[in-house]
């Protein structure tokens, strides 16, 4: 996967910018609030139709103009594909591809697979299970589009019954009715979510490794799903035995959108064990597993978006992460950072073609 050119205008903090990428490695260098991060968000919103640090749409609009968009040419398997986004206030957002609208933009997903590390990755680690749901969906739906339908049915019919249970309702036909369509993509869902959680383990110890080095401890990944729990491994028995509870509550307490992610070094749970170097390391090494997973599920490699990752790593972390990435293993990347040494250390270690911009106030000058 490549994106070659990318046009912005309004985006943030970007009035305009229009720009041709390396095939290999693109960075960018500023001081902090100079519309670095923004270039990668627009990148990202052109995969996820979403920003990357939860930006509402009309957020995401240069403040005192009435739209955004953002046209970018991709190579996908060699062709060339083109995708441009629109956004405008009180308006859906628009997002074509190569001219042709989607009807759903749930159907875009997947098309440009991308993975994009950044300094709120240690909400993976730190946060609460809801960060790791959504990573841990957002990563499987861009591989399985049947997953993402699975995850949409079922949040659908999640809605459905929450409403019952705050209406007070005590039709158990009407229940029945929900609680099926949610046993039907539940299953495929605490399927899919265990069969990637066994995948991505030996990926993730082997990438912390060569951060960490040989001899460092061993990070775990475990999936803890709520259907582990029910005698005979159906939500239906899960809702059954929490319907009163739910009642009272008025929301339903049990199921995958309650599952989590176990996070462990040495067996130890990262969210109270894990050092700030360690928890920082470990989020560099998730997405580089993450990385791997999609190359091998798409076979295609992702975009790598790499956004201030150095801060807080020793001299010998940020070495071993320069020479990672300026594999061959890696497609096209595109890094930010506010100190040139670091940028200068990658491009040392590269030894195919490079770009490099400076950026201040979201302009975007050839260095």
Partial sequence: MELSTLTLVNFKNIAEASLDFSPKINCFLGNNGMGKSNLLDA?????????????????????????????ALYLRHGEPQEITLGLAPGKRKSLRRGGKEYRRLSEH???????????????????????????????????DARYLDALL?????????????????VDYNLYLAVETQLELSARYIHARRTEWTDCLTGMLRSHYAA????????????????????PDGSLTALLDS??????????????PHRDDLLLTLDGMPMKRAGSQGQCKTFAIALRLAQYEFLHRATGLKPLLLLDDIFDKLDADRVERIMQLVTDSSFGQIFITDTNRRHLDGIVAHTAGDYRLWTVENGTFTPA
């Avoid at 052109?46 to 005192?64: E, H, N, P, W, Y």
């Avoid at 049915?153 to 007070?168: M, P, S, W």
């Avoid at 929490?242 to 199921?255: F, M, P, Q, W």
Wanted: aromatic share 6%; hydrophobic share 40%.
């Fill in 109 to 143: 997903i997947g098309t440009v697979p991308l993975v994009m590390a950044a300094p709120q990755d240690i909400d993976l680690i730190r946060g609460g299970g809801e960060e790791r749901r959504r990573w841990m969906d957002l990563v499987i739906s861009q591989s």
């Fill in 242 to 255: 929490a319907r009163r509870h739910d009642e009272i509550v008025r929301h339903t307490s049990v199921g």
């Fill in 153 to 169: 049915r079922y949040n659908n019919a999640l809605e459905q019954r929450n409403k019952l249970l705050r209406d007070g309702c």
């Fill in 211 to 230: 951060i960490a080095g040989p001899s460092a401890e061993i990070p775990g990944i475990a999936y803890s799903g709520s259907l582990a729990a029910s």
């Fill in 43 to 71: 990148i990202y919103y052109l995969s996820f139709t979403k920003s990357f640090t939860g930006m509402t749409d009309a957020m995401v609009i240069r403040r005192g103009e009435s739209f955004a968009t953002a046209r």
